[in-house]
């Protein structure tokens, strides 16, 4: 039995294959490999960008496999006869799939008579491990993530109040417009910001509600931002909670639990210690000192996400530290992001990205965290 | 046999799940449409904020589905254990997917029973056909898009030459720096624009190419901008190739062959007619004036990619117009994309959208074509 990898799928959207291949396109493209060697199969559009610019062994053209498979064979979709005439040609019995690996290819593979099993995430185990280049990567969109966030952080500390409200240059003070600030300034630095969260109030309490409207004085503002570089495809991923005014006394203890939180995760994280137990350690933690969690007037409440997720590729990947057990290795990036949030307070979450090493963790933010501006 | 569609992704990515739910999260959820309902699954994290914003009759919670579930029959995936219980309830027994439905997924719902059928694009026949508010978004983004291209070609004809090469303010004119100017002002009109191509030379002969280095003058420039609202999420897509300087008599030839092509396609598009034969017509002008296609000095030349694409929720979805057949229909969205590419001469390319009518089409683009700036 002859096992081979294959992924169909675009590498805009699909990490797994920009990481085999490290060539983007916009349009599905098949991966396969077997014996040790990556081959493409490129239409006629990128055949010869993907030659040039695909850490590959081997560019094939897809249309030429087509039409060998169509002389032999001719049935079913064209591409996948291609992908069929291919795998015969080596010999393979066997495909392994990613998790996401569409239904549709994968009946008429097993039509072809090939056993094809879907995997589990990580399909590449090496992706979780990042090298010391992806953690280069990383860390340079994670710097400018932080001069946006130092920009924008500071026309809130220069905000006026009027009526609890925050002006700025007579103007009302918006998520809209710093959530502006930030996306335009990343994209100065080459960095796509999609779906940044400024949330005041209520908005706050939602952990995804990106935030709109006048923002308040007085109450926390989450700010969550986590852009992709345009050029290395890496994101950063990073939270703040500011004040402009006042903070409630509730909210200053929120504040400080979520700190001691973080700092529960820096000196649990190591080589070999499962997320599981760090994550349930915080949330007891946020109990003992009365900031339950669960469902009250009709919303979920106290801490209800995880404490940490994977960066790399994509914004979330492997491992988790949350619910479910991950055991964590040394050279895994991950998100530190406990957060606490009531109706009657607000929100508050504070996020930096760590790597994991034999001792501890290598803390790779460097933004402060003050929550009165 | 009673029949469900079902869809498990996130929507940011899924364009088929945001068509259906409105709703855009970065995790997976589910979504189930049984008995003229659409139903989600969510997470804690995400339930109240689907509650609130998700265009669907009924948003549970996947939690307690699980809990319920496990308390029945413990096994599997308990995501897909919770899916099970609640098709059960409604009495499904086949489910239609989307064609890009996870495999793993499906074996899974197999093995408990279901019918599972992974169906071609288009998943939802409707999202084909733009309502007037989906073409108005459209029309949203692209007139950003026109304002940031102006001002990117106002920059490159504003620009000096010395030997044969760009200069700005005294300084090289790159092809990243146009992107940046490109893309940052997008940012500024909440579009996202990503892989905005602005190749000259050799680069522009790969039409996927997104260009770099300095800019040469007296020869062809591909300016593709494609970017996606942020806050729609509708996508706009054109391009214009210009010349800083005097083009060559084969470019203009080429300049004027493309235009042609255009027109070609703008008097052949309307309700009823195959796409396939307008790409062939102008394939066929093509060389019938002497620009012919297909392999030379190793590198594909000529017309090597299709005439258009449906744009929407995606940059690229269908219908497409090109090799394969596909019939138009009012109120389809589509660009109009012919290209010329030559290694002697670089690389024409003209792209405008358009609406499908009963009787024509609507150009959606109102930027200018003028190939000397």
Redesign the interface.
Known sequence: MKQAKLIIADS??DANLYYATQF????SFIFVQVDGKKILLMS??????AKSQAKVNEVLSLSQWIKKAAQRAPRGSSFLAAVDLLLKEYGVTSIQ?P?????????ELRQCGYE?Q?Q?DPFFEERTIKSEEEIQKITQTQRSTEQALEAAIQIIASSEIKDNFLYAHGQPLTSELIK?VL??SL??F?C?A??TIVAGGKDAV????EGSGHLRAHEPVVIDVFPQS?KTRYFADMTRTVVRGNPSDKVKKMYQAVREGQEIAFLRIKDGVDGQAIHEEIMNYFGSIGFDTGEKDG??QGF??GTGHGVGLE??EPPRIGQSSWILKTGMVVTVEPGLYYLDAGGVRLEDMVVVTSTGVKNLTQAPKVLEV
Chains 1, 2 share one sequence.
């Open positions: 805009e959207k983007l396109a916009p349009d006629d559009l990128e055949r010869d960008r799939v998790s996401n690996f569409p239904l549709m290819h994968g009946d094809v879907a589990n502006k996306n335009v994209m100065g080459e796509v999609q779906h939602d952990p995804h509600n345009a919303r979920m209800f996400h914004i979330h």
